[in-house]
């Protein structure tokens, strides 16, 4: 049996419908269409009445799924791309993201956010939008980087009591397999060593820990053994894993996909900053998307986003210090 | 006919990437096999790169000034079949190459040596630990190098002899415990705490820029009036009473320099270096200037007593503004000492020989008992004329002793 990251989505999807009754899917063609990528696919016909099709309006559906999650419901909004979301920031901001905190209740939605980049996919197709979810205090941000991980932190996500932000890539949808669904997880907020080593820590999460593998294994060419941290769920962050690694290193390079401008790598920095400034040998440094929007041209694409190559040489200007 | 490429050389173990100094060909020329036709400059050396094969040069791509890593092309050899057979040399597989048609967006890319605008940083770097031919990072320790060294109690100074692998030879937080580690081979013993503190006051004060002048003294007259005295001073003692009444005369000589603003010390007080186990005490006179030599001889004894016994309490080492240093006494003629940390100023005496001294007089040469004396400074604060008179009035009083 081989498994897709895409098809682990919807396997999750369909295990959280039928373990508990209290699960419901909204979206735009979720229903018997099986969603703009499929991750829906065929949910619709066995668990009827469960897997709802919503107007075009991304307000409406968050809207709307508070309502449910606060009444008692586990409603999964599934966002066509992340990059519309930003429809929905009143719902999922301040109305999700505060309910708890103002009345004891809470509000345990899931929004599936299919994001980042494929080639020529342009400006509003292609965004991350973890960085912004995790800025705002009240939600979960999750961002899994494998089959594995697809699967458990989106039943996790269902089963957490706070809203989570669930970011699956869609780069990973096809190209990612695994050969069985995973029987044990790895808890939200715990990162995950990917790869150990003891010249260079990257810390990244989603597909750029594909890239940082990438590098890492070139490296091993040269002698460098460079450790990968997959973060996994940047909000809550797993300081105390990156800390160890940076003790193990000396150097910490941190990769993500989005863009520069704060971001989830800033704040693994000055994490490390603060709290390991004695644990670093060189500067610590960080690589993202250019801070430009997202070019259509597959060139531009390629040069906008970081990856293996510019990760490469990042890692070995960072090995120079 | 086939191109040979010229190619950077594994110029050294450690060594990644090297500066072009010179072309000594041009495309067009014809060469023969192993002749050197590009010079290149490493931090540790000019080497040559030399041809692949017999031939013609068909390009040189390189300029001089520039930085090429180890491994890149900078140029080609247009040979015959059969020279181009004897080509051995083999280009290192560029990594990149590998992953290339596996990632998205590089097909496009193809690894080629990438020309440096500036040598501190370059992109590609093949095996081996890099060293770069440039100076940006040299001297500086990484917070973490910083906390390791805090935590083992060591210094600057103690890293002095280690070559590190970082940028401009850095120190990482790796060739410190290479470093530890090495010292695992010698036999290792517990520095005394008089030895720490000695190190440490030298390395306070070694971080100024220090000068020392000297000149000949007559030590007769000295030694002379020695004789008629009860107690009997010893000669540093004479030096260190000269000293106190030059500093009356030249009071600036013994300011010290703190930022921005001279200090000038109310009172005369002026140390002597005593040797003790293992390190040295500086035990201080005060007023130096206000007592006769014969009281000034009974303090000395005094001091040195419980200096030997190791008993000089802090204050009693603190506040002097220069001190006097008699390395004579181990038979030496001549020395630049340290001045203390806290001290501008620092007179040492040498041990007094008899030496064959031009009378202008007599016409003839005479013998007499001389010896050198030198005064270390704080060049910040004083310069060489300075120096020097407050040197030349020190050697002057020494000539009338019965004065001091």
């Known amino acids: 049996m081989s498994i897709t990251y895409l098809e682990a989505i919807r396997e999750a999807q369909a295990r959280a419908l039928k373990e508990d009754e209290r699960v419901f899917i909204y979206g735009q063609d979720v229903g018997a269409f099986g969603g703009a990528f499929k991750a829906t696919k065929g949910l619709a016909k066995e668990y009827p009445g469960r897997v709802l ?82 800025h705002y205090p009240g939600l979960v941000v999750v961002t899994p980087a494998t089959v594995e991980d697809a699967y458990t ?28 669904l995973p029987v044990d997880r790895l808890p939200i907020g715990q990162a995950r060593v990917a790869r150990a080593g003891r010249d260079l820590s990257i810390v990244t999460y989603s597909a750029m820990v594909h890239e940082s593998l990438t590098v890492a294994e070139e490296m091993a060419a040269d002698g460098f053994e460079v450790e990968v941290i997959d973060l996994r769920s940047v909000k809550p962050l797993d300081t105390d894993t990156v800390l160890a690694s940076v003790a193990r290193t000396g150097r910490l390079l941190c990769v993500g996909e989005s863009f520069p401008w704060g971001g989830v790598t800033a704040e693994v920095i000055a994490r490390v900053a603060t709290e390991g400034f004695h644990l670093l040998d060189a500067a610590p440094r960080r690589l993202n998307a250019k801070d430009t929007p997202i070019p259509y041209h597959p060139n531009l694409w390629s040069a906008h986003r970081p990856n293996a190559k510019s990760i490469g040489a990042a890692a070995r200007e960072l090995l120079r210090e | 006919m086939p191109q040979i490429p010229i190619i950077m050389p594994q110029l050294g173990e450690s060594i990644a990437e090297a500066i072009v100094v010179a072309l000594k060909v041009k495309a067009g020329e014809t060469v023969v096999a192993d002749q050197e036709v590009i010079e290149v400059e490493t931090n540790k050396a000019v080497m040559s790169v030399t041809t692949p094969c017999a031939g013609e040069i068909a390009s040189i791509s390189v300029e001089p000034k520039e930085t090429y890593a180890v491994g890149a092309v900078l140029g080609y050899v247009e040979a015959s079949e059969a020279d181009a057979a004897k080509f051995t040399k083999t280009i290192p597989e560029p990594p990149l190459e590998k992953v290339a048609a596996e990632v998205p967006g590089r097909e496009e890319e193809k690894a080629v040596a ?202 009693m080492q603190a506040g002097g503004i220069a001190a006097v240093s008699n390395f004579g006494s181990f038979g030496i003629e001549w020395g630049t000492p340290i001045p203390l940390p806290d001290q501008t100023l620092l007179v040492g005496l040498g041990v007094g020989k008899k030496t064959p001294f031009w009378d202008e007089t007599k016409n003839a040469f005479v013998p007499r008992t001389e010896a050198q004396i030198t005064l270390s400074f704080d060049h910040r604060s004083l310069d060489g004329g300075g120096a020097g008179r407050l040197l030349q009035r020190v050697i002057e009083l020494l000539g009338a002793p019965e004065k001091l």
């Not at chain 2, 940028?167 to 005394?192: M, P, Y």
């Open chain 2, 114 to 315: 990438k020309r440096q605008s500036n040598g501190a940083a370059t992109k590609t770097m093949p095996g081996g630990l890099p060293v770069p031919a440039k100076t940006k990072g040299a001297g500086f320790l990484s917070p973490r190098v910083r906390a390791r060294m805090e935590e083992l109690h060591l210094t600057n100074a103690d890293l002095a002899g280690v070559l590190g692998t970082g940028a401009a030879n850095r120190v990482t937080v790796k060739d410190l415990e290479n470093f530890l580690q090495s010292l695992e081979r010698h036999s290792l013993g517990e520095a005394s705490a008089l030895r720490n503190g000695v190190a440490d006051a030298m390395r306070r004060s070694w971080t100024r820029p220090l000068a020392t002048i000297g000149s000949s003294v007559d030590l007769d007259p000295v030694l002379t009036d020695r004789k008629q005295r009860d107690p009997k001073p010893g000669p540093a003692l004479y030096v260190l009473r000269a000293l106190a009444l030059a500093l009356v005369e030249q009071p600036a000589a013994a300011g010290k320099l703190v930022g921005n603003r001279v200090a000038q010390s109310k009172s005369i007080d002026i140390g002597v270096a005593v040797e003790a186990e293992d390190g040295i005490v500086v035990p201080i006179i005060r007023a130096a200037d206000k007592a006769s030599l014969g009281e000034l001889a009974t303090r000395y004894a005094e001091l040195v007593g419980l200096a030997r016994q190791r008993r000089v309490l802090p204050d």
């Open chain 1, 153 to 180: 932190m989106l039943l996790d996500a269902v089963a957490v009591d706070d809203p989570v932000i669930y970011c699956e890539h869609k780069y990973l949808y096809y190209h990612l397999k695994a050969d069985e």
């Open chain 1, 53 to 134: 099709d919503t107007p075009i309006s991304e307000d409406a559906m968050v809207g709307a799924a508070i309502g449910a999650a606060i009444e008692g419901m586990r409603p999964i909004v599934e966002m066509q791309f992340a990059d519309f979301s930003s429809i929905a920031l009143n719902q999922i901001l301040n109305n999700a993201g505060t309910h708890y905190w103002r009345t004891n209740i809470p509000c345990p939605i899931t929004v599936r956010l299919p994001s980042g980049g494929t080639k020529g996919s342009g400006p509003f197709h292609s965004q991350s939008m973890e960085a912004l979810y995790a």
